[in-house]
Nanobody, 119 residues
Framework: QVQLVESGGGPVQPGGSLRLSCAAS????????MGWYRQAPGKQRELVADITPGGITNYLDSVKDRFTISRDNPKNTMLLQMSSLKLEDTAVYYC?????????????WGQGTQVTVSS
């Protein structure tokens, strides 16, 4: 059974920092592209950052230089270090694992963790 479990969300003041974690089980983690998505109320879910099995990263323009995504393959864990948080970063953040193998797509989601940036 595949499980992606996020943790680390919560309330934070503007300019503050949070670190989100995603613990994966039930998948061969090192083969998966891992990503963080977020969804704010009334908005579509958007990709915040992702990281390939080899460690190549990609970021949403609005979070570049503020967020850092990383992965620890032996520990089946992905992190998102968020700093200089802004009000507009408020959203539910979701962990995603994606992989393609012989034409089949494998795509899994965590349950989400709320990040609330407020003064």
């Amino acid at each position: 059974q595949v499980q992606l479990v996020e943790s680390g969300g919560g309330p934070v003041q503007p300019g503050g920092s949070l670190r989100l974690s995603c613990a994966a089980s039930g998948i061969n983690f090192s083969l998966y592209r891992m990503g963080w998505y977020r969804q704010a109320p009334g908005k579509q879910r958007e990709l915040v950052a992702d990281i390939t099995p080899g460690g190549i990263t990609n970021y949403l323009d609005s979070v570049k230089d503020r967020f850092t995504i990383s992965r620890d393959n032996p520990k089946n864990t992905m992190l998102l270090q968020m700093s200089s948080l802004k009000l507009e970063d408020t959203a539910v953040y979701y962990c995603n694992a994606a992989h393609m193998w012989l034409g089949a797509k494998f795509n899994y989601w965590g349950q989400g963790t709320q990040v609330t940036v407020s003064s």
